[in-house]
């Protein structure tokens, strides 16, 4: 019997095999010339993934909410005001990071599945003096989608930092930091970047380091500190080593390889293809009767989708089904709604089979729990997408 399941959650992802041999390859010396280049050419790459020429890059050991934590810590001082459009789980995690460093945090909240209308952040950016603005390209919680490019032109026009927590849409979703004028776009190694988790990533406009170079008070997060990091990163960028604390090496040899398989496939034509698979996964999901959080297409995330399960399905009972079936799935995260919903991750190098398994998969398993629907209708849903 195969043992191996298709890993289709919203990251870790599946990773890609000359991905994964990075991670087996002998560690070299950090300071190693090969290695090095290898940085270097890393910061070079990451900057043309988030399309942000004159970016900043900061790879750091740490995971998303490491990154999350950098931003606030070295763009905070003690009284900023900040406000955070959130759009579920992980925007409300941002408010409790910004707290912690003294920030005054007011919170807009979508409704479940929705996003917060612009005009009611454009009023809420004219009612006080920001300093910060934090949202979160998908919220991995709903599988909804903001307007990035909306949101930092209204950033800009208000003149406050706009900080894109891209953690589940960098290398999936469409983003153009400096054309849309995005302060910090941070993200993790494991999601649509395709490297396995341990990497903090994250690219800062101009604005930001200047922000932070105009800091009153120290930064209050040591590890974390820009002050720290930022000549390491100048130094690799430049060819030369430099040492503040040990770069996981191996991890940066395998997001060089993922970084250049992303650009070698093509920006637009990899966003493409997430959009394709989330627009195949939405219909076929249709197609069988379950209803997905995000409230309409314009809104839907093309790295993962969010179902309803059908009132009759025991949540446990239907992962672990999926599960024998060889498909790994990811059950809710939103607290209020944790045994109502499941999520299903399509992003990196996710390809039509994955899709057709998958759905085939919750089909079979949904028809042996007597939910009906026409065997084959989900299937035939991806197919014609293809
Ligand atoms: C996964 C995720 C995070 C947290 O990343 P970790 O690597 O788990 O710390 C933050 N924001 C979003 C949108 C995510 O999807």
Not at 252 to 274: C, P, T, W, Y
Not at 339 to 344: D, E, H, L, V
Request: hydrophobic share 40%; aromatic share 6%; proline share 4%.
């Amino acid at each position: 019997m195969k043992s191996r399941k298709l890993l289709m959650i919203p990251g870790p992802i599946e990773f890609e095999n000359d991905v994964l041999q990075c991670m087996a390859t002998p560690t070299p010396s950090h300071v190693d010339p090969d290695f090095i280049a290898t940085f270097s050419n890393t910061l070079k790459l990451l900057k043309e993934v988030c399309r942000s020429p004159s970016g900043q890059v900061f790879i750091v050991a740490g995971t998303g909410t490491f990154a999350m934590d950098m931003a606030a810590a070295n763009l905070i001082e003690s009284g900023d005001k900040a406000l955070v459009v959130s759009t579920g789980y992980f925007g409300l995690r941002f408010a409790e990071i910004l707290k912690r460093y003294g920030a005054e945090v007011d919170v807009l909240e979508a409704e479940v599945g929705d996003i917060v209308p612009m005009d009611r952040i454009e009023q809420q950016l004219q009612s006080k003096t920001y300093k910060l603005l934090a949202f979160t390209h998908v919220d991995t919680s709903t599988a909804v989608l903001n307007d990035a490019k909306r949101i930092g032109a209204l950033g800009k026009k208000h003149g406050v930092l706009t900080v894109l927590d891209g953690v589940c849409s960098v290398a999936g979703e469409d983003i153009r930091q400096d054309d849309w004028n995005i302060d910090v776009v941070l993200t993790a190694s494991q999601k649509a970047v395709g490297v396995p988790p341990g990497l903090a990533l994250l690219v800062a406009s101009k604005n930001a380091i200047q922000a932070f170079e105009q800091r009153k008070s120290p930064v209050a997060n040591y590890y974390g500190d820009w002050a720290n990091w930022l000549p390491i990163m100048k130094a690799y960028e430049n060819k030369q080593a430099s040492y503040f604390g040990t770069p996981p090496v191996n991890l940066i040899m395998a997001l060089e390889k993922s970084l250049q398989n992303i650009v070698k496939e093509g920006l637009d034509q990899r966003f493409d293809r997430h959009q394709r698979a989330g627009k195949a996964m939405r219909a076929a999901l249709k197609a069988i009767g379950l209803e997905v959080l995000s409230k309409n297409e314009d809104i839907a995330s093309n790295t993962l989708s969010a179902p309803y399960y059908p009132s009759q399905i025991d949540p446990s009972s239907f992962l672990q089904g999926v599960n024998k079936e060889g498909i790994v799935l990811a059950g809710g995260l939103l607290p209020e709604l944790k045994s109502k919903y499941f999520r299903i991750g399509h992003m990196g190098s996710v390809n039509k089979s994955d899709l057709l398994g998958t759905i085939g998969a919750i089909e079979t398993v949904l028809k042996n729990s007597g939910h009906k629907h026409e065997l084959g209708s989900g299937t035939a849903a991806i197919l014609k997408h293809f």
